[in-house]
Nanobody, 124 residues
């Protein structure tokens, strides 16, 4: 069992940066690939980024490459999403998720555990 709690969301102006954090509980955290997804109002949840259990492999939604960076610290049971040059279209609820697979996953159904989400709002 893994419980996830996101933090770091907020209101930021376009062009600004935010760093989201996801704190995980559970002794098996280090064996899970982790991911970030987001859901904007009226839209489906979409993949943002994923990282392998070692942190050695990552995957990103193509349109976000270069602006978003996922990382993890297994010693702290945490995963992070650094976001730079934010745009109004990045406004969404951002969810942290844990997969039972060790490698990065881009599909939501491959994730078993989900956090409650953290709101990111980018103003123009």
């Amino acid at each position: 069992q893994v419980q996830l709690v996101e933090s770091g969301g907020g209101l930021v102006q376009a062009g600004g940066s935010l760093r989201l954090a996801c704190a995980a509980s559970g002794r098996t955290f280090s064996t899970h690939a982790m991911g970030w997804f987001r859901q904007a109002p009226g839209k489906e949840r979409e993949f943002v980024a994923s990282i392998s259990w070692t942190g050695g492999s990552t995957d990103y939604e193509d349109s976000l490459k270069g602006r978003f960076t996922i990382s993890r610290d297994n010693a702290k049971n945490s995963v992070y999403l650094q976001m730079v040059t934010l745009k109004p279209e990045d406004t969404a609820i951002y969810y942290c998720a844990a997969s039972q697979m060790p490698t990065p996953q881009t599909i939501a159904r491959m994730y078993k555990y989900w956090g409650q989400g953290t709101q990111v709002t980018v103003s123009s």
